[in-house]
Nanobody
Framework: QVQLVESGGGLVQPGGSLRLSCAAS????????MGWYRQAPGKQRELVTS???????NYSDSVKGRFTISRDNAKNTAYLQMNSLKPEDTAVYYC??????????WGQGTQVTVSS
């Protein structure tokens, strides 16, 4: 089992920045990739970005050039740096970890609201 705890959400004005953190615990040795998803009201959960153990990343077109995912393996923590935030980035952001054999684990989510 892997436990994930997100933090760092909040209210920010358009054009502002936030950094989300996702602290992993438990069977962290089994994690092969981590990512961030988001779900806006009335919409399906969507992949924002992910990063493998080898450092390979991918981003959705809507956040490319504005968001950056990173991992600090010593702290067992993944980060999502979000810059140039837009109102359409408003959503609950969920941390995800994929482990060997395809097991998937989720955090509880953190609200990000972009509004003036």
């Amino acid at each position: 089992q892997v436990q994930l705890v997100e933090s760092g959400g909040g209210l920010v004005q358009p054009g502002g920045s936030l950094r989300l953190s996702c602290a992993a615990s438990g069977s962290i040795f089994s994690i092969v990739a981590m990512g961030w998803y988001r779900q806006a009201p009335g919409k399906q959960r969507e992949l924002v970005t992910s990063i493998t153990n080898g450092g390979s990343t991918n981003y959705s077109d809507s956040v490319k050039g504005r968001f950056t995912i990173s991992r600090d393996n010593a702290k067992n923590t993944a980060y999502l740096q979000m810059n140039s935030l837009k109102p359409e980035d408003t959503a609950v952001y969920y941390c995800n970890a994929v482990a060997r054999l395809g097991f998937s684990f989720w955090g509880q989510g953190t609200q990000v609201t972009v509004s003036s």
